[in-house]
């Protein structure tokens, strides 16, 4: 698991690789990722929008923005929590992935948070560091 904490926000990513939807022999890997945010803090936050970099293990990079996250903008008062699981498929059998989130306080404060870097490994792999 990866775990950030920024401004009272706590964002926990523990990614799986999903073998019934990959095909690596068509150079096809596709994992999920399951996020918890938590509001540690003393206000209500609502998550307005996401900023996702993607980089494969060939140093091909995506970048995806949008609203919200899996169609929906959760408004988290102090100690709740929202999860939601998505997925990435990537053309090589690694990669790695790095976000934000874009909340808004009650009084209309913008803030960045966090998403911490997470890698996408297939299991059981064995990964040589240069």
Not at 30 to 57: K, P
Not at 87 to 100: A, E, F, K, R, Y
Not at 104 to 129: C, H, K, W, Y
Request: glycine share 10%; charged share 20%.
């Amino acid at each position: 698991m990866y775990r950030a904490v920024t401004r009272s926000i706590q964002v926990t990513v523990e990614p799986s690789f999903i073998e019934d939807e990959s095909s690596p022999g068509d150079g096809r890997y596709v994992w999920a990722y399951h996020i918890e945010i938590v509001n540690l803090g003393l206000e209500n936050v609502q998550l307005r929008s996401r900023f996702w970099r993607i980089t494969d293990a060939s140093g091909r990079t995506e970048e995806v923005r949008g609203r919200g996250v899996v169609g929906k903008e959760p408004t988290l008062k102090p100690g709740e929590s929202f999860e939601y699981t998505s997925g990435c498929p990537l053309t090589t059998p690694s990669g790695i992935m790095v976000g934000t989130y874009q909340m808004q306080t009650d009084s209309g404060e913008m803030f960045v948070v966090e998403i911490p870097a997470f890698s996408l490994d297939l299991p059981n792999q064995i990964r040589v560091v240069h």
